[in-house]
């Protein structure tokens, strides 16, 4: 069993940047796919970036892609979404995942954060 908590959610003017958090705690993250998904209101939960437990390997989605960047230290058990160039369009309830096997894009993650909120304003 592993307890993830997110933070470094807050509000931002378009063209911000954010750096948000995954601690986890209970088991190493060593062992663990690690993911960031987003879900914004009213819409379904999207993927955002991914990256596998050995962190030579990692995946973002096209609409992140050359702004956002997922990272892991695993001396910390952290997990981080670095997120720049912020827009209105990524103002959503931010979520870390972790995942025994390797799930890619999918949301086919074993254990779950409770969120943290990321507003962009204009």
């Known amino acids: 069993q592993v307890q993830l908590v997110e933070s470094g959610g807050g509000l931002v003017q378009a063209g911000d940047s954010l750096r948000l958090s995954c601690a986890a705690s209970g088991r190493t993250l060593n062992m663990y796919h690690m993911g960031w998904f987003r879900q914004a209101p009213g819409k379904e939960r999207d993927f955002v970036a991914t990256?596998?437990?050995?962190?030579?390997?990692?995946t973002h989605a096209d609409s992140v892609k050359g702004r956002f960047t997922i990272s892991r230290d695993s001396a910390k058990n952290m997990v981080y979404l670095q997120m720049n160039n912020l827009k209105p369009e990524d103002t959503a309830v931010y979520y870390c995942?972790?995942?025994?096997?390797?799930?890619?894009?999918?949301?086919?993650?074993?254990?779950w954060g409770q969120g943290t909120q990321v507003t962009v304003s204009t």
């Open positions: 995942a972790a995942a025994l096997y390797y799930p890619g894009t999918s949301d086919n993650y074993d254990y």
């Open positions: 990256i596998h437990r050995n962190g030579g390997s990692a």
